[in-house]
């Protein structure tokens, strides 16, 4: 994601925020004042945001100081001048308690804020790194404004200030949000990485005039939201300046696609990524030992498949444990020049490429201009996302910031970088929820009745969706089980280290998302005149809204169309069947399904689940004189515990 999320509480203010974020993560020497530290890490200095700094008698764009963040955010959310309020109470002749009491902003709290992390897709901070002044200036006004926007969006559908008791009343704050805001320029690798810093205050004023606190649970609910309005916004501007268009690109097989710029080289981007290779590589180990943990018995902990779940709490551990610390920080003009050499250097892209990005993304742009044509068919959307969230959320359970997310997704998806109407990724949610989706809430407080938090799951019973039950697998002969304590080790394959191993995982959901969409909306529009009679329109939207990776030419030899796919690609769609459904045609009526590409569908759908069921059936097939099964953890994809063996263990470093 784009956006990251963490909680900021009063000594956090002063043990990390006040001596290195507000300096560019460098290092602020003590007794050096703040304006002075930025000067010498080269970073511009704080500027204040949000419709909330009128009551508190600031400005937009104004200059943040250490006096007011230690007030508001380290001293339990007291008022940014509350020094030179009590200074003046005092002299008024006020006792010192109500002199106080007057520079607070009603009771004092713990959580005193919420750090947002905005960050542009790689291509664009690659765009401003190696560009002239002018497309620099262009795309850090474009950063902002997609950081305004969001908090404003934040502050008029997100933001909740709880009151009552056990916090049964809910308003927004109706004049709106603080933040303070903090630009950085490189990663902790030293490579480019344009990101701000948005710290924001969780006081905020109620109707009546009393000071409350916003509630960091409904932020937090919202990141994937926030972060997926951010990537849209920022994508949207910096294309509409610069002449650029996005693509998808398939990062990760089976996951879901990333907007990125068109024309930048994905070597540029991998140069980039040090860091996270360095994550993968310690990823890797990781899930060697948590598929072969055993306890004192020699039984396996887990089960040997990797979750989705079990992989993501991996990886932030894998993200701790390889965190370098961090460098001085170097003026901006010195980082621009350095990163430019460093990618002629070490990127294996020509120079003449490097020195030329911006001609290179408009002319790719161009070409995906003309050839895919922005086109949003709201009907269709609303059965993509209802699809897509209704297979990716256990149980097919969800609410509507669900929706809301994959909305955005699917909008930045089909329009490539363009501008969109305010209001349409409402709309699309609207009409997922009117047409495809069953409420089936049962609130049993004030909370569940709002219409955020009401539960939602598609109107389409299970049935309707390609499945079939997947047929007994065959032994596997080549399968072992881990070796227990003073076991010889597990035959590897050779020259494999450990870190090498192949895991099994889960199959992701996103593959079997899209075939799911793919195959209700053909059920639909067969059934429903609303659709039908928008030829163009759903040809366009397909097109639109299918990655680049999945729009392959027809093989020149037709009759070798149909052989089987090679060893290995056991991610890989069904083409053939794909093609049915999202090849551009004219005729609408030519898009129907045939038995036959209905029965490929099929297939494609639930090839995931299939290897999901055999490499379970491996691990419960034991010998032959084992009595019973082996104990298994009830949450039986537990993410790797540190004491497990492994060349990670120690005290894991701050940030």
């Known amino acids: 994601m784009t956006v990251d999320i963490k909680i900021v509480r009063a000594g956090q203010m002063y043990r990390y925020y006040l001596r290195e974020t507000v300096v560019g993560d460098g290092r602020r020497l003590a007794r050096t004042p703040l304006r002075a530290a930025q000067e010498q890490a080269g970073v511009p200095v704080g500027r204040w945001m949000g419709r909330g700094l009128a009551v508190l008698g600031l400005a937009p764009g104004e200059e943040v100081t250490e006096a007011q963040l230690r007030n508001l955010f380290g001293e339990r959310g007291r008022h940014p001048y509350a020094d030179r309020i009590e200074a003046e109470r005092l002299a008024a002749g006020d006792s010192a308690k109500k002199a106080f009491e ?7 709290v713990t959580v005193t ?16 790194a190696f560009g002239d002044d002018e497309t620099r200036r262009v795309i850090e006004a474009a950063h902002e404004r997609a950081i305004e926007r969001v908090l404003e969006w934040i502050e008029d559908e997100v933001a909740v200030i709880r009151y009552g008791k056990d916090g049964i009343y809910r308003v ?97 981007i991998r140069w980039t990524s040090r860091r996270s290779d360095q994550i993968a590589a310690c990823l890797a180990e990781l899930e060697h030992e948590y598929v072969t943990a055993v306890d004192d018995d020699g039984e396996p902990r887990f089960l040997p498949v990797v979750s989705e ?10 993200a701790r444990k390889t ?51 922005a086109v949003v068919d709201v009907a269709l ?48 949610v609207a009409a997922a929820i009117s047409t495809h989706c069953l409420d089936i809430s049962e609130p049993k407080t004030i909370r569940g009745l709002e219409p955020g938090y009401r539960h939602y799951t598609a109107r389409w019973a299970l049935s309707d969706l390609p499945s079939r039950r997947p047929p007994a697998p065959a032994p596997d002969l ?39 969409g793919a195959v209700v909306r053909e059920k639909l529009r067969t059934t429903t005149s609303a659709v039908r009679g928008r030829a163009y329109d759903v040809v366009a939207h397909q097109q639109a809204a299918m990655p680049e990776q999945l729009l392959v030419p027809e093989p020149a030899d037709p009759e070798h169309d149909d052989q089987e796919q090679e060893p290995g690609r056991h991610g890989a769609m069904d083409l053939k069947a794909l093609r049915a459904l999202w090849e551009p045609r004219t005729d609408v009526d030519a898009l129907d399904l045939t038995a036959e590409r209905l029965r490929h569908l099929q297939d494609a759908f639930t090839e995931a689940a299939d290897r999901a069921h055999t490499t379970m059936n491996r691990y419960t097939r034991r010998n032959d004189d084992t009595e019973t099964p082996p104990p298994v953890r009830p949450d039986d994809q537990q993410a790797h515990r540190p004491r497990q063996p492994g060349p990670h263990h120690g005290r894991e470093a701050d940030r």
């Not at 007057?102 to 004092?108: S, T």
């Not at 951010?230 to 089976?254: D, H």
């Not at 050779?494 to 075939?515: F, H, K, N, S």
């Open 102 to 108: 007057a520079g607070a902003l009603g009771r004092r």
């Open 113 to 128: 804020g919420v750090d947002f992390v905005f960050r542009p897709q790689p291509t664009i901070y690659l765009l401003w």
């Open 172 to 268: 927004r704050p109706p004049g709106g949000l603080v933040a303070a805001r903090f630009r950085h320029y490189e990663a902790r690798s030293g490579r480019p990485l344009l990101h701000d810093h948005v710290l924001l205050s969780v006081k905020g004023q109620r109707l009546d005039g009393k000071w409350g606190s916003i509630h960091t649970t409904a932020l937090h609910e919202n990141t994937v939201a926030t972060s997926a309005l951010y990537s849209e916004l920022v994508a949207a501007e910096v294309c509409e300046a610069l002449g650029l268009a996005t693509e998808p690109r398939i990062v990760t097989p089976g996951r879901r696609p990333v907007m990125e710029i068109a024309g930048v080289s994905h070597e540029l």
């Open 309 to 318: 779940r079990a992989r993501a709490k991996m990886n932030q551990i894998a």
């Open 323 to 373: 965190r370098p610390p961090k460098q001085k920080t170097q003026p901006l003009a010195q980082l621009r020049a350095w990163w430019k050499v460093s990618a002629i250097l070490t990127s294996k892209v020509a120079a003449d490429v490097i020195n030329s990005l911006l001609e290179h993304a408009r002319a790719a742009a161009a070409a995906v201009r003309a050839r895919v044509a």
């Open 381 to 428: 959307a609303a059965i993509d996302v209802t699809a897509t969230v209704f297979v990716m959320n256990d149980g097919g359970r969800f609410h509507r910031r669900h929706l809301l997310a994959e909305a955005r997704r699917h909008l930045a998806l089909v329009l490539r970088g363009r501008r969109r109407d305010p209001g349409l990724d409402d709309q699309i």
């Open 478 to 516: 080549g399968w072992q089980r881990p070796a227990g304590p003073g076991e010889p080790p597990a035959h590897r394959p050779p020259g494999q280290d450990a870190g090498e191993w192949t895991i099994p995982r889960i199959p992701l959901r996103y593959e079997r998302a899209v075939l799911a």
